[in-house]
């Protein structure tokens, strides 16, 4: 820790920074530890539930259930399907696509008349 330098446009890691790690408050550390205990005693509880081999119900996961929750749930609470998402969503989404179809058809056309009229030059050699 002695020879760390720190980068100029970079905060100081939070476990490198000397009034975060070694000035801690006893009821602090305590807090954490209590708080590392009760994670440990949850995963061995979460463990000893996935790997017994007779067990007949389903496994109650926390974090499975808030994903979940997460998933199903508007997480974009600014976000409503408007008349101005929707016309943005088909400029961006929707005409590109006509936008590319109209100038291809088109092109392809416009050689394919010109191979009819027999006007057309290939700007490649295929056989010499």
Request: aromatic share 12%; no cysteine; charged share 30%.
């Amino acid at each position: 820790m002695a020879n760390y330098k720190e980068a100029p446009l970079a905060t100081r890691p939070k476990t490198l920074d000397p009034a975060e790690y070694f000035n801690l408050s006893p009821d602090y550390r305590r807090a954490e530890e209590n708080r590392a205990a009760l994670r440990a005693r949850l995963k061995r509880q979460y463990l000893l539930q996935l790997n017994n081999p007779h067990r007949q119900e389903l496994i109650e996961d926390p974090a499975l259930t808030r994903w979940i929750h997460a998933r199903g749930s508007n997480i974009y609470p600014n976000f409503r399907p408007t008349a101005k998402t929707s016309l943005m969503g088909s400029l961006f989404g929707v005409l590109p696509l006509f936008v590319l179809y109209f100038v291809f058809k088109t092109d392809r056309d416009k050689r394919e008349a010109k191979m009819k009229a027999g006007t057309f030059e290939r700007p490649y050699k295929l056989s010499s």
